[in-house]
């Protein structure tokens, strides 16, 4: 069942694992599981399993799109991309080149990937889903891509894979008997969000909407020492002259909205108000359209929150069919959330969390990387 937890056990090692009892055969270690080989092609149920504790390598589930961001197993230099001991990015390869082939293909060829994370207490996890390699917005190379990573000045790569959870609130267990007794995937109870991508590559993503758009302070914080570490950096690269770091901010601002076109920063007016313009593109690229918005840039202290007033200037500047943007190193007070939300403003709230988020889905992991990529794109701050 989506989002149910399944307990593990008390004895403080491997066995206490569930998903190994759920899905016999699987393994109950790493984050490849699989029952079958993907060194020859025959794997007929894949895991994938996700602690959330590996900064460096972002694993992510967007709920609201249903897409989740995951990353290989070569994650450590000295073996080539898929010299890796579970195979796990071979596994990626395979998949991820069939699910463009033939139905026949798919069916034959891409095994049903199961979504589990960890949860509490002990070795508990939470089922996430079902997913289907690639999405309905994704082209191919975005879909998998290998991506290059430095670690002590060793170069690497690894994947990063894009997957789509189905519209599947339940998984029949006679269908997983089915499955990893080797049975044809599109019988034995399949799941219909399955078996339309299978048949035509259709995707059904379950798609859920956030209820909560009030975050507290602590949700708007990084909550790990390198994540605050990132921000720090930050904060002290532009300390003493905080109103370069609008620049930044819009830099961020990319990370998060890529179709974001030409920006201008404006020069700090006498009441410090909007620190930029810019235009976000929409449409075919033949025939595009552009979405003015203006940016302010916050880069406050933790314990400083953005209030009223700072978000009420960026409202009297937002024109009829114009949105702002308000990005900040620290978090934005529950007031200024609740009359955001409730009176429909078109504003993007970006706060300390979003931005070590963004930064570490493209790579910037670690203080010294982020160091580095203040010193390199933003080379007059200091």
Not at 213 to 225: H, N, W
Not at 272 to 282: F, H, K, L, Q
């Amino acid at each position: 069942m989506v989002d149910a937890v399944y307990a593990g056990g008390t004895r403080g090692h491997a066995g206490d694992d569930p998903i190994g009892k759920l899905l016999p055969g699987t393994g109950n270690q790493g984050g490849f599981r699989y029952a079958g080989s993907p060194a020859r092609g025959t794997v007929r149920l894949a895991v994938l399993y996700t602690s959330g504790g590996a900064v460096d390598w972002p694993d992510h589930l967007d709920t609201e799109t249903g897409t989740f961001t995951y990353y290989g197993d070569n994650r450590t230099p000295g073996k080539g991309l898929h010299e890796t001991p579970r195979k796990g990015n071979v596994l990626l390869r395979d998949a991820f080149a069939l699910s463009h082939g033939s139905a026949q293909e798919r069916a034959s060829g891409v095994p049903p990937f199961l979504l589990f994370e960890k949860a509490a207490p002990g070795r508990a996890v939470r089922f996430r889903g079902l997913l289907a390699p690639g999405g309905p917005t994704l082209v191919p190379d975005d879909e998998l891509a290998a991506i290059w990573r430095t670690t002590g000045a060793q170069r690497f790569q690894n994947y990063r894979s894009r997957f789509t959870v189905l519209d599947q609130a339940r998984i029949s267990r006679a269908w997983i008997r089915h499955v990893l007794a080797g049975g044809n995937p599109l019988e034995g109870e399949c799941p219909e969000a399955w078996r339309t991508w299978v048949e035509s590559r259709v995707y059904r993503p379950l798609l859920a909407p956030a209820t909560t758009v009030i975050r507290s302070a602590a949700q708007q914080l990084p909550d790990d020492r390198t994540g605050q570490a990132m921000l720090a950096e930050i904060r002290e690269y532009f300390r003493g002259r905080e109103t370069d770091f609008e620049a930044c901010a819009v830099a961020v601002w990319r990370l998060i909205a890529p179709a974001t076109g030409t920006v201008d920063v404006t020069r700090p007016s006498r009441d410090g108000g909007r620190d930029a313009v810019g235009s976000y593109v929409v449409g075919p690229p033949a025939a595009p359209i552009s979405i003015d918005f203006a940016l302010e840039a916050k880069c406050y202290e933790p314990d400083n929150s953005v209030g009223v007033r700072e978000v009420s200037r960026l409202i009297s500047r937002i024109r009829h069919r114009n949105f702002g943007v308000l990005v900040t190193t620290s978090h934005f007070n529950r007031q200024v959330q609740s009359e955001v939300h409730e009176d429909g403003h078109p504003i993007a709230l970006v706060c300390g969390r979003d931005i070590t988020d963004a930064l570490r889905q493209h790579g910037r992991t670690t203080p010294a990387a982020v160091r580095e990529w203040l010193q390199q794109s933003f080379p007059h701050a200091r």
